[in-house]
């Protein structure tokens, strides 16, 4: 069955847990639940109680027929059946809602904790990770995660049952209740021996599901691609492929889980014959009363279900244990952005400075070696060079997004480790080449990052971006809906929103990465309208392919393989004749008789 687990290989984060360790971790979520599954416990006595003693009164009702056959006898057993019949019924139902409920608070506890720990993961484990097989996690395995406490509670139900019963029984009869107990050996090693190899396939059942979903989810994501193509398709045969890995991983393990019970069932059988023919033999000599006789009989029917519970339990377990497994390997994974501070900062100028960085995203891959740059407060600094000069990287490592592997890294002198980070973001702006919006509305994205922003303060930032003219194309201005991942509104459209969440949030430190590279001229002239007013009495760090967005540029660097190359004003750099002069003239000067075009046609239209 090997070829079955291929793919499905543990995250490099995963790790293994003891038994112990698990069952420590669940029962912490456990402890604010502590009266309720007090009142869990009693509901468990009670309930035992009353199904240990309703055979044993019936016991009792039979030997009382044998010399009282009235129908006031009659009528004393059956309402006597009834009573407890209905009594273990309320309890039993009293235990499993507040044991609903209970379990309905851990789960609720455990996801924001572990949704907690998605949200402080770096950007570094998204790059590495399917966000498909991180959201399976949060939802389906921590949901896996409560039938634990749905089993500890049965298992806790029925070894009561299981302890009471037989020490009635052996009251009645020491030799036919030992002979009962011969066989719980036998019964408990076979279960315990199903417990590897269950957990073993419990955990790639996991597994396969995450991938499923992660599936599903970047099938959904890129439809869109997928159309244009022409490769449903190949969507569809990859789809059919993982599909049927799910289905022959998720058959092994209920192959698993369901021969356990044939076996011990004809263990129990065994048993159930040995003692129907010893007891037998002892009510024929008149050693034991019929409803003695009746007491073991039904007594080992009740005994046989909590034994065989009791001992799956250790197999169905692993389907919890692995589950939270996953569940706590995701929220134990090492951060690699590791602060050695928490500093606020009451303001920030903005100077930035790289003092000797080395940086890789990958061993033996480095992105920036023994790199050094001082960035001046109110500065706008362009970074110019090919696509893997380490542009985006240098704005990532200011952003705090990866962690650096050598030198320093200081904003107005602060180590940039030692600063709470989330305090230190909300002095720096970030606008991508392909900004996000959240399903809602164009001014709930404008105020995302500044919640309480007023409606006029929203309508100002909008108007002081590209001159407010892109409003007008929009269907119901500032209410218009943006759609998923602001998919009823252009490229140009989302950045232009981008901007001005910016500008609402007003901070000290701007990154433009390469935002305009994937809108077109005309576009871009509106989007380059809202950058002077953003990078006004700001540092900005401004990363494109775009001339327009670089020539009034402050100072240019450009950068190649992590190094600097040149750097200077754009008229500087161009008399210099170097790599600089190189990109103009085969690359940027086209972009900028396209701009110049496309800025008269802007201008004749207003």
């Known amino acids: 069955m090997g070829f079955i687990m291929d793919g499905l290989d543990a995250e490099d984060y995963d790790r293994q847990y003891s038994d112990g360790t698990l069952v420590r971790r669940i029962a912490a979520y456990f402890r604010p639940q502590i009266w309720r599954m ?46 407890l019949g209905s009594l273990g019924w309320v309890f039993n139902a009293l235990r499993r ?29 998204y790059d590495e990770y399917s966000s498909g097989k991180i959201v399976s996690r949060v939802t389906s395995d921590t949901q896996a995660f409560a039938q634990i406490v749905t089993l500890t509670m049965e298992l806790l139900s029925q070894i009561l049952l299981v302890v009471l019963l037989v020490s009635y029984l052996f009251f009645k009869d020491i030799k036919l209740t030992l002979l009962v107990l011969i066989m719980t050996p036998f019964v408990v090693a076979t279960a315990l021996a199903f417990r590897k190899i269950a957990r073993e396939t419990v955990t790639q059942s996991r597994r396969i599901l995450a991938e499923v979903s992660s599936h599903i989810q970047e099938s959904v994501s890129g439809i869109g691609v997928a159309k244009t193509f022409r490769q449903e398709h190949t969507i569809y045969d990859e789809f059919i492929d993982v599909n049927k890995r799910s289905y022959r991983i998720n058959l092994k393990t209920g192959y698993v889980f369901s021969s356990i019970f044939p076996v011990l069932n004809i263990i129990s059988a065994l048993g159930t014959a040995g003692i129907v023919y010893a007891a037998g033999l002892d009510a ?3 050693n034991l009363s019929a409803g003695d006789w009746y007491l073991f009989i039904q007594g080992l029917n009740m005994f046989w279900f909590p034994l ?70 109110g500065e706008t600094l362009a970074l110019v060079g090919h696509t893997g000069s380490g542009k985006s990287s240098i704005a990532k490592l200011i952003a705090r997004f990866y962690e650096f592997q050598g030198g320093w890294i200081l904003v107005d002198g ?26 809602g509305t164009v001014a709930d994205n404008i105020r995302y990052g500044y919640q309480d922003a007023s409606d006029d303060e929203v309508e100002s930032v909008a108007q ?27 490229m140009g459209q989302r950045q232009l929103v981008a901007l001005a969440r910016v500008l609402l949030q007003d901070p000290a430190i701007f990154i433009l990465d390469e935002a305009t590279a994937s809108v077109d001229p005309l576009t871009e002239t509106l989007i380059q309208e809202g950058l002077d007013e953003i990078l006004k009495r700001r540092t900005s760090i401004v990363i494109a392919h775009r001339l327009s967005t670089i020539k009034n540029a402050d100072r240019i660097i450009v950068l190649d393989k992590g190094n600097i190359l040149e750097e200077g004003d ?37």
């Open 97 to 125: 809602g507040t044991s609903a409920e209970a379990v309905g608070n851990v789960v609720l506890a455990l996801r924001e904790d572990v949704f907690d720990a998605v949200l402080a993961r770096d950007l570094s484990f």
């Open 284 to 286: 024929r000599n008149g």
């Open 308 to 377: 065989t519970s009791i001992a799956s339990f250790w197999s169905q377990f692993q389907l919890g244990l692995a589950a939270g497994e996953r569940v706590f390997a995701l929220i134990d994974a090492e951060p690699r952005v590791v602060q050695t501070g928490h500093d606020t900062l009451d303001q920030v100028l903005g100077e930035i400075r790289f003092e000797n960085v080395d940086f890789h995203y990958k061993e033996d891959e480095p992105v920036l070696n023994d790199f050094s740059l001082t960035i001046h407060a």
């Open 414 to 439: 602060h180590d940039l480790r030692t600063l709470d980070l989330a305090s230190y973001r909300q002095f720096l702006g970030i606008v991508t080449q392909s900004p996000f919006l959240f399903d």
């Open 464 to 490: 002081q971006v590209g001159g407010g003219d892109w409003l007008d194309s929009l269907q119901d201005g500032l209410e218009t809906k943006v759609g998923e991942r602001g998919s009823s509104l252009s």
């Open 38 to 83: 007090l009142f869990v416990a009693t509901m468990i006595i009670l309930d035992s109680a009353a199904y240990t003693a309703l055979p044993i009164f019936i016991s009792k009702g039979i030997d009382r027929l044998e010399t009282d056959t009235s129908t006031s006898a009659l009528i004393t057993i059956a309402a006597g059946t009834i009573i």
């Open 570 to 606: 754009h008229m500087s750099l161009l008399a210099q004749g170097g790599h600089y002069a190189e990109l103009y003239n085969t690359y940027f000067r086209h972009q900028s008789l396209d701009y110049i075009e496309s800025a008269g046609e802007l201008l004749a239209a207003r």
